[in-house]
């Protein structure tokens, strides 16, 4: 009986009524249900939040937050995939700019956010400065490798690799992540760990096997819902924008405001509750994820398919994803944070979609 009764909960039947909703076909030029898609886009971010910290709990940390950030890419990869397949030419800068504006998010949004909050309620957090540098010293080195340099190589014109450096480009980004992946999870694993809590230990044991993964599918389900309405609303967004006279560009960072919605949610949330180490474990491990998975993989489908691709980011962007990582380390080299860390990160998270605006 509390089997099918948890099937009615919200978390888990929102869910299943958004998907019959995006598979009826009726979204198309309706605005009424365009409006009511995105109430439920809302409410399944949320379900997803409460899923994805059903399985951290059963799984422990750090493979809960992993899960979470590794499921999220692998769903973002496949819809940048199947439109640059089905766009072209017309899509060959879109994994560049959804990357871009994830990271860019991620950095200054989800983490500028766990610091403000976090320092306005507790004063100062503390964490493992140790996790901080294995993940940001992974970052740079990716970020550099498939953002940066593809606009100042020579052996082909425009923000371009050949062949041999696409296939280089993708071997790196995957040596790199592989061995952030094995720090956090195997040789330096105490460094992304908070202390014992015991709660934590109750609350694991709590959990039955039925509900893990029922958590877990739904997890999943959401996850791809969600991917799924952003890509459907995306035109109905830009339309909007743009006859407010916005650039095109904007409609990539609400795109990818929403795709990370779910992790934003669970790292501001651990942020409040004395808990950023895991704030930092998710968000930073998203924004390697997001880079060291999605390009490699984008670059081997477009290596395999003859797909263009344009990974070099310009001037201005380049600027401003320097001060993003550089303000980053600043904040969290030391171990203990305060709420300034977090203002100057919102300051540069504003500066960023201003700047967009108006370049």
């Not at 009726?26 to 409006?35: A, F, G, H, S, T």
């Not at 190589?153 to 995957?174: N, V």
């Not at 330096?188 to 015991?198: D, G, Q």
């Amino acid at each position: 009986m509390q089997k099918i009764v948890k099937l009615y909960e919200w978390t888990t039947s929102l869910p299943i009524i958004t998907c019959l909703l995006y598979f009826s076909g009726l979204l198309d030029n309706n605005i009424v249900l365009q409006i009511l898609a995105g109430i439920l886009l809302l409410f399944c971010v949320m379900s997803a939040v409460h899923h994805s910290e059903i399985v951290a709990h059963r799984v422990g940390e750090p493979y809960g937050t992993i899960i979470l950030a590794v499921s999220i890419t692998i769903i973002e990869v496949a819809i940048i995939i199947s439109l640059m397949m089905t766009g072209g030419k017309e899509y060959a800068s879109f994994a560049r700019d959804t990357v871009y504006a994830a990271v860019m998010l991620i950095l200054n949004g989800i983490i500028g956010l766990s610091l403000f909050l976090g320092g306005r309620k507790y004063h100062t957090q503390t964490f493992s400065p140790h996790s901080v540098k294995i993940a940001l010293v992974a970052l740079v080195s990716i970020v550099t490798f498939t953002m940066i340099l593809p606009t100042f190589t020579s052996s082909i014109i425009g923000p371009y690799y050949t062949e041999r450096q696409l296939l280089f480009e993708i071997i790196a980004c995957l040596i790199i992540y592989i061995a952030f992946i094995a720090a956090q999870t195997i040789r330096y694993r105490e460094y992304f760990i908070t202390e014992a809590n015991p709660d934590v230990e109750v609350t694991h044991n709590n959990i039955s096997n039925s509900s893990f993964i029922i958590s877990l599918i739904f997890l999943m389900i959401c996850l791809v819902i969600v991917v799924l309405l952003a890509k459907s609303l995306s035109n109905p967004i830009e339309n909007l924008l743009t006859s407010y006279g916005l650039p095109r560009s904007l409609v990539g960072i609400v795109i990818a405001a929403v795709i990370l919605l779910p992790e934003g949610i669970a790292a501001v949330s651990s942020a409040r509750k004395n808990k950023l180490q895991n704030s930092l474990n998710l968000a930073l491990g998203s924004a390697l994820a997001s880079i060291g998975l999605t390009i490699p993989a984008v670059s081997l489908a477009s290596y395999i398919f003859d797909l263009p691709l344009i990974l070099g980011l310009e001037l201005l962007p380049i600027i401003l994803l320097a001060i993003s990582i550089f303000t980053v380390m600043l904040s969290l080299i030391g171990g203990r944070s305060n709420i300034v860390y977090g203002v100057v990160l919102l300051v540069n998270l504003f500066a960023y979609v201003f700047l967009t605006i108006n370049p």
